[in-house]
């Protein structure tokens, strides 16, 4: 997605086909994030979305231009110098590169600052919050385009209709792929019941609709497990499975996102009627989540909160369980622990026993806890029974 748009706003991606399966590197540029400078060589170090590693070798006639995130062309590009360039530093070496494809020297650098790049993700990431909603695919309407969507809040369960026109963008996650903005573009079609969906649009005078400008999809396998092995060198977990008592690989890659749940945030709550009671004492979310939601969210009148936990016309925000998960505060893998509980979501693989995590929740057996339903009477508690239907929505993240 990355190097579509950089090469799209050059007007280089018809003109050029990528070489050796690396849609980073072509006969006449390559485009990664710098990963070393070498001042003295005058060199750079850059790494694509791929994995591959250039060379980038730079001369006293190699001209450097920087690149705003979202332009189109070159228009309003403004010069910089090899001084300029930072490590984390987005760029595309314009040059002929080597048949091996692992050097290029550049005649022109162009430049997107590792600054305004992440001022561009937090925008993105702000309005896919502000303006977004996610949930579980329930169902599709092939005729007129509509997809019912669930999404959990504290409260219960919702089902939002969003239809699909011509001009909605649709794309989709990759098997194996964990990175936003890898999804591909998509179409109606490949949607399927279970899919998980997040869409970018405007909340109509009905709360239980919503009419889409974005929407990204994926198929996604979430599981829970307890954790037996953990290798750093790797970056894999072991665990079992909490429903099958199988064991599974979690490959842990760099773009993963790990968060813990925190033990106390499930004091105050409930298990029953489907899903989890309301805090004692109205308790809010930790890390800014909001107030949890009063009321079945099905039985609300317009305006007491709208799709998404984000309120109706007129209303205050309401409380949704995928929101509060992705304001929890990040970790690392050094965080989790053998013995912890943890929920992972991750694309439909290829080898079942391995999944490469999207998210990653640790101390997830409280938030099971609170998503269980009551077992009926003389059944054995199941440990994952708040997976099922959970509407846990966390597979695909924000940009």
Same mark, same amino acid.
Request: glycine share 14%; proline share 7%.
């Given at each position: 997605?990355?190097?579509?748009?950089?090469?799209?706003?050059?007007g280089l991606i018809t003109l050029f086909a990528p070489q050796g399966g690396d849609p980073n590197i072509t006969a006449k540029y390559a485009i990664g994030?710098?990963?070393?400078?070498?001042?003295?060589?005058?060199?750079?170090?850059?790494?694509?979305?791929?994995?591959?590693?250039?060379?980038?070798?730079?001369?006293?006639?190699?001209?450097?231009?920087?690149?705003?995130?979202?332009?189109?062309?070159?228009?309003?590009?403004?010069?910089?110098?090899?001084?300029?360039?930072?490590?984390?530093?987005?760029?595309?070496?314009?040059?002929?590169?080597?048949?091996?494809?692992?050097?290029?020297?550049?005649?022109?650098?162009?430049?997107?600052?590792?600054?305004?790049?992440?001022?561009?993700?937090?925008?993105?990431?702000?309005?896919?919050?502000? $303006?977004?909603?996610? !949930? @579980?695919? /329930? #169902?599709?309407? %092939?005729? =007129?385009? &509509? +997809?019912? *969507?669930?999404?959990?809040t504290m409260a219960g369960t919702q089902s939002v209709v969003i239809p699909i026109s011509d001009k909605t963008e649709m794309r989709r996650y990759a098997?194996?792929?964990?990175?936003?903005?890898?999804?591909?573009?998509?179409?109606?079609?490949?949607?399927?019941?279970?899919?998980?969906?997040?869409?970018?649009?405007?909340?109509?005078?009905?709360?239980?609709?919503?009419?889409?400008?974005?929407?990204?999809?994926?198929?996604? $396998?979430?599981?829970? !497990? @307890?954790? /037996? #092995?953990?290798? %750093?060198? =790797?970056? &894999? +977990?072991? *665990?079992k499975e909490l429903e099958k008592k199988t064991p599974l690989t979690i490959v842990i890659k760099q773009d993963a996102v790990l968060r813990r749940f925190?033990?106390?945030?499930?004091?105050?709550?409930?298990?029953?009627?489907?899903?989890?009671?309301?805090?004692?004492?109205?308790?809010?979310?930790?890390?800014?989540?909001?107030?949890?939601?009063?009321?079945?969210?099905?039985?609300?009148?317009?305006?007491?909160?709208?799709?998404?936990?984000?309120?109706?016309?007129? !209303?205050?925000?309401?409380?949704?369980?995928?929101?509060?998960? &992705?304001?929890?505060?990040?970790?690392?893998?050094?965080?989790?622990?053998?013995?912890?509980?943890?929920?992972?979501?991750?694309?439909?693989?290829?080898?079942?026993?391995?999944?490469?995590?999207?998210?990653?929740?640790?101390?997830?057996?409280?938030?099971?806890?609170?998503?269980?339903?009551?077992?009926?009477?003389?059944?054995?508690?199941?440990?994952?029974?708040?997976?099922?239907?959970?509407?846990?929505?966390?597979?695909?993240?924000?940009?």
């Amino acid at each position: 997605m990355k190097t579509f748009l950089f090469a799209v706003a050059l007007g280089l991606i018809t003109l050029f086909a990528p070489q050796g399966g690396d849609p980073n590197i072509t006969a006449k540029y390559a485009i990664g994030e710098v990963k070393s400078i070498d001042a003295t060589a005058k060199q750079l170090i850059i790494k694509t979305d791929a994995g591959s590693t250039v060379t980038v070798s730079l001369g006293d006639k190699t001209t450097y231009k920087k690149l705003a995130p979202g332009e189109t062309s070159l228009t309003n590009a403004t010069d910089v110098t090899f001084a300029d360039l930072a490590e984390g530093d987005r760029i595309m070496a314009q040059g002929t590169v080597a048949t091996d494809l692992k050097s290029v020297p550049a005649a022109r650098i162009i430049v997107m600052t590792k600054g305004d790049l992440a001022k561009k993700a937090d925008a993105e990431r702000a309005e896919w919050r502000r $303006r977004g909603i996610l !949930g @579980v695919i /329930t #169902a599709l309407k %092939p005729d =007129t385009k &509509e +997809i019912t *969507i669930s999404n959990r809040t504290m409260a219960g369960t919702q089902s939002v209709v969003i239809p699909i026109s011509d001009k909605t963008e649709m794309r989709r996650y990759a098997p194996d792929s964990i990175k936003f903005g890898d999804a591909k573009p998509s179409q109606f079609s490949e949607l399927k019941v279970g899919d998980q969906l997040r869409a970018l649009g405007d909340r109509t005078e009905d709360p239980l609709r919503f009419t889409p400008q974005k929407v990204v999809t994926g198929s996604f $396998r979430t599981v829970g !497990g @307890v954790v /037996t #092995a953990i290798d %750093p060198a =790797t970056h &894999e +977990i072991q *665990i079992k499975e909490l429903e099958k008592k199988t064991p599974l690989t979690i490959v842990i890659k760099q773009d993963a996102v790990l968060r813990r749940f925190p033990a106390e945030f499930g004091m105050g709550f409930r298990p029953g009627g489907g899903g989890a009671g309301a805090p004692a004492g109205g308790g809010q979310a930790p890390a800014g989540g909001g107030q949890a939601a009063q009321g079945n969210a099905q039985q609300r009148p317009q305006g007491a909160g709208g799709p998404g936990g984000q309120g109706g016309p007129g !209303g205050r925000p309401g409380f949704n369980i995928n929101d509060m998960l &992705e304001r929890l505060p990040t970790i690392s893998i050094a965080d989790v622990k053998v013995g912890d509980t943890i929920i992972v979501s991750s694309t439909q693989g290829v080898d079942p026993t391995r999944l490469t995590a999207i998210s990653l929740v640790a101390g997830a057996d409280t938030l099971l806890a609170m998503l269980a339903p009551r077992p009926q009477a003389g059944q054995a508690p199941n440990p994952a029974a708040g997976l099922g239907g959970s509407g846990i929505s966390f597979g695909i993240g924000l940009p």
